[in-house]
């Protein structure tokens, strides 16, 4: 999908910017030419930036909003050095703008905001963006832009040639090209805070990135045997990406796509064993502390807040939760866990973020606590995530805040916990699948919209989430362990039409070359991470999409959801829930008639009708009784959710969702 | 001549702004970016900042009007009124942003914000009332002396 090749370098002439392999810069004027995006919602400051940078004699596109900025960049990889953003815009946070950027494209993005705390300028940094410059912004703070280009070039030459020689064979026609390096090896030195290193063994796994650049690879379901079979016969301890290509002998396959893959994949065994399975996955040391808060403690806590119903609580627990239990015992207070969900926003975007590219602890470290949970939970669910779609990730990294929306929350969750399911390849791991996704979520339900203030509750989805994922996992659990999930491939055939929904939408891969190895599960729950989050996410969209249209692209759906997000965004915050539930459901519908796709639609309305049903529809109205200005009730979360989980378990069981016959791998189509 | 007195006329007017501090030097700096292909570029990018203002204003106002007062939309309008008052240079404006956001609005203080903002839309109308006529004479002697 990316292809660097086909992208001529589109600056005037005399901007061209060479970059010769070996990271010599070639430049007759340079830095004149310099191929600058500014993306401001406020016009006035926009008018005057492109001012500004033309005086610079840069070569400037201006955009006053996020997402148009977004697929502008997406559609003209190559065509953009350097990025400039509002940190502060109803359609989407400028950080979250900067993740997608740094994730898809990997370019150098400066953020800028009359806003000089240093909290926000803190939050860049951990975002990754390169610079910070506080408005007004003047002219002399623009004429250097430039190095930060230079810099990110350099790095990525660095790390290029640091790399093994399968990424240059990958990578080869890009070189010549301008400014838009695969990531894959050159992220390794990238101080981005996206990319933090981890305590894993490979620390080269930006290949999420790079992967982005380069062929995608479809993991079938065959070549997914093979490579858990190769894993299992080193040992998950030792399982090391080259070693793995070695066994699996596949050609084609690079050590890149095995190292991502395995990323993923450990991130979903941890999940799936309640965080402490894989030590060297995560940060150990981190996930400890965390693991009480937001596994099975969150749902205690939860319970004791009254957020969560006792007996929600209790089924939880008693489904299979009881792994996790080992961390029940550390009930963590109320306030820390706020505490801890304030800072889950920029990390969980983070982590988001993370997870595709790597796993996310660096960026809990920044934030303390909070951050340790982080990578396990979201390596949890993304390693679901992967197989099923985004919907995990954004999920808990959205997490933070409020109950608010339970019912994206239900959506969420649902898939998540058949993701979760399906991606059992070992059915040991099953019962498992709850704890890691709902923690996150569950602690973030009880924290109330803490952190970012910009109205823009990014947070709103979280918490809701976990404690659907967690019983609609468990509920599934039992019918997935019966199910006789084979051992090497993901479990088609295992639970009812959920199951069968993650696999296909799996192997959908590569459908949607822009999403990292991700794969779009539910398209319900990509819309109400797209929702909450306020921005069409591209991986969660094109999860999405491929949910919906396998092949198709998502951009109907996109559109719906960017409409919904922007309502949402800029919903105040006490009237912002009310419609913030109508909203999402409303998205969660239009996108599903977008798509056009027959199963999608079928899937996406049974998912509807599901989840919506139960969940979207209930809180709609209720939120619609309720004040205005009130937030959505907590205990109003909680229970429908619990609720609406138990109830949809029950129409999980029987096997019809065969609606979710996506594309890539009808139920029939897979081998047993 | 005729323009000769109306240019001095303007430059006084320039001038009273900065003395007043109504405007600051970012001004000056958008002055610098006008040129030959786009002399009216600091007019243009006034009449942006009023239409936009007057509705941010507009917007508060009635966000103050109810009950309980939306304090996002507010912060968020606020915040939208720093950036682009900061980046024409509009001072005083700017600094009443500034002081309801910082002071009162962060103490939850309900009649503090509202006498804030009355200031504030004194200080905004009272800038709008200073500059459009200032461009409106830039634009006649301009036009007049291509003449």
Known sequence: ?672 | MESKHVNQQIAAMRRSFFDEEVLDEKFSQLEQLEGKDNPNFVEEVFTMYFKDSTAFLETIEEAMKTIPIDSIIVDNILHQLKGSSASVGANKVLKEVNKITRQVLGKGNLEGTKASILKLRKEYDSFKAKLEPYFQLKQANSVAQVK
């Open chain 1, 1 to 672: 999908m990316n292809s660097s090749s086909g992208k001529s370098y589109m600056s005037t002439a005399s901007s061209s910017v060479i970059w010769k392999a070996g990271g010599d810069v070639v430049a007759d004027q340079f830095p004149a030419g310099l191929r600058v995006l500014v993306v401001d919602d406020d016009p006035t400051c926009l008018m005057i930036l492109e001012k500004m940078l033309k005086a610079c004699q840069y070569n400037v596109t201006k955009c006053n909003r996020a997402e148009t900025a977004l697929s502008m960049l997406r559609e003209n990889r190559n065509g953009f050095d350097i990025v400039i953003s509002d940190v502060h815009m109803p359609d989407m946070d400028g950080f979250k703008l900067l993740e997608h950027i740094g994730l898809e494209m990997d370019l150098p993005v400066i953020m800028m905001s009359a806003d000089d705390g240093k909290n926000v300028v803190m939050k860049g940094v951990t975002h990754g963006a390169c610079d910070y410059l506080i408005k007004p912004v003047r002219i002399e703070a623009l004429k250097n832009i430039w190095q930060h280009v230079v810099r990110k070039r350099k790095n990525e030459w660095k790390d290029f040639e640091q790399s093994g020689s399968v990424e240059e064979g990958d990578r080869q026609p890009k070189q010549s090209e301008d400014a838009d390096y695969s990531s894959s090896a050159n992220e390794g030195n990238w101080k981005s805070s996206k990319r933090r290193k981890d305590d894993e063994d490979e620390n080269d796994e930006r290949d999420d990135t790079s992967t982005l650049k380069k062929p995608r690879v479809v993991w079938s379901v065959e070549l997914h045997q093979q490579f858990v079979a190769a894993v299992n016969q080193l040992g998950i301890e030792k399982a090391v990406p080259k070693k793995i290509l070695e066994l699996m002998n596949v050609p084609g396959l690079a050590r890149e796509n095995v190292a991502s893959h395995l990323q993923k994949y450990r991130l979903y065994l941890r999940r799936l064993s309640g965080v402490s399975q894989h030590p060297s996955n995560l940060n150990n040391s981190f996930m400890n502390p965390q693991d009480a808060t937001f596994g099975p403690l969150d749902l205690q806590a939860l319970a004791a807040t009254g957020q969560l119903p006792a007996q929600s609580l209790a089924t939880l627990q008693a489904a299979g939760l009881g792994r996790s239990t080992a961390k029940s015992g550390i009930p963590m207070p109320l306030v820390d866990q706020r505490n801890i969900f304030s800072f889950e926003n920029p990390k969980l975007r983070f982590g988001e973020a993370q997870q595709h590219v790597n796993n996310n602890k660096q960026m809990n470290l920044l934030h303390g606590i909070p951050t340790t949970m982080e990578p396990k939970q979201l390596a949890g669910l993304h390693h679901t995530a992967q197989s099923m779609g985004n919907m995990n990730m954004p999920v808990l990294s959205h997490g933070s805040q409020s109950s608010q929306n339970n019912p994206l929350l239900m959506q969420m969750a649902q898939p998540q916990a058949r993701g979760q399911m399906l991606n059992d390849s070992t059915v040991g791991l099953a019962p498992r699948l709850l704890s890691p996704m709902g923690q996150p979520m569950l602690s973030n339900g009880m924290a109330t919209n803490v952190s970012t203030r910009n109205g823009v509750p990014e947070n709103i989805r979280a918490p809701s989430y976990n404690p659907v994922s967690q019983t609609s996992s468990m509920l599934n659990f039992p019918m997935n362990h019966t199910s006789e999930l084979p051992g090497n491939s993901f479990p088609l055939v295992s639970t009812p039409g959920i199951s069968s929904l993650a696999p296909k939408v799996a192997f959908q891969e590569d459908v949607n070359s822009e999403i990292k190895g991700s794969v779009g599960f539910m398209p319900s729950y990509d819309i109400f991470n797209e929702l909450t989050q306020h921005k069409p996410q591209n991986w969660e969209l094109q999860n999405v999409g491929m949910m919906f249209n396998t092949s198709q692209h998502s951009n109907s759906l996109r559109g719906n959801l960017d409409h919904t997000q922007s309502v949402l965004v800029q919903q105040g915050f006490s009237t912002g829930q009310n419609r913030n539930s109508t909203v999402i459901s409303k998205a969660m519908f239009s996108a599903g008639d977008s798509t056009g796709h027959v199963n999608a639609q079928n899937g996406n309305q049974h998912l509807n009708s599901l989840f919506v049903d139960n969940t979207v529809r209930v809180k709609s109205e209720r939120v619609a009784d309720a004040a205005p200005a009130n937030l959505y009730p907590d205990h109003f979360g909680r229970e429908d959710l619990m609720s609406a989980l138990l109830k949809q378990q029950d129409v999980i069981a029987p096997a019809e969702n065969n609606d979710f016959d996506f594309d890539g791998y009808s139920i029939d189509n897979i081998p047993v």
